[in-house]
């Protein structure tokens, strides 16, 4: 998952301690990718930006104790927000079915079998 941000209510300085903590997630820090924490200079707002990778349960329910944890909320009617997307690995043959059961959902917004591709090389 890739393009979701999120406000913190913490100081400019709790970057660096913020930063370590998010890069012990192991599913925040994979294949090359890094936790993102930067001050927004136009709205003034500590912005954190992370990729989620293989987010099973026990990495979901983890991800979602650190949210509250750090305080962090969604920044929603952003710009950026259009960028945010998730890449579903589904078994093969089953694509189609995957699209149109998440057409359905209510919690998205678009969807798209847009390339059949190999992620076996994320663990």
Known sequence: MFGFLFASPWPTDS???????????????SNGFSA??????????LTVSNPYWNMDAASQQDWLKTKKTL???????????????IMVKVPVGKERRWVEDLKASPLVSWTELNCYSNIN???
Not at 15 to 23: F, Y
Not at 36 to 45: C, F, G, K, P
């Open 15 to 29: 970057i660096p301690s913020m930063d370590t903590l998010l890069n012990t997630k192991s599913y925040i820090k």
């Open 121 to 123: 090389g994320y663990p």
């Open 71 to 85: 305080g962090l909320t969604p920044i929603l009617g952003d710009s950026n927000r259009s960028g945010s997307y």
């Open 36 to 45: 993102s924490i930067w001050l927004n200079v136009v709205t003034h707002v």
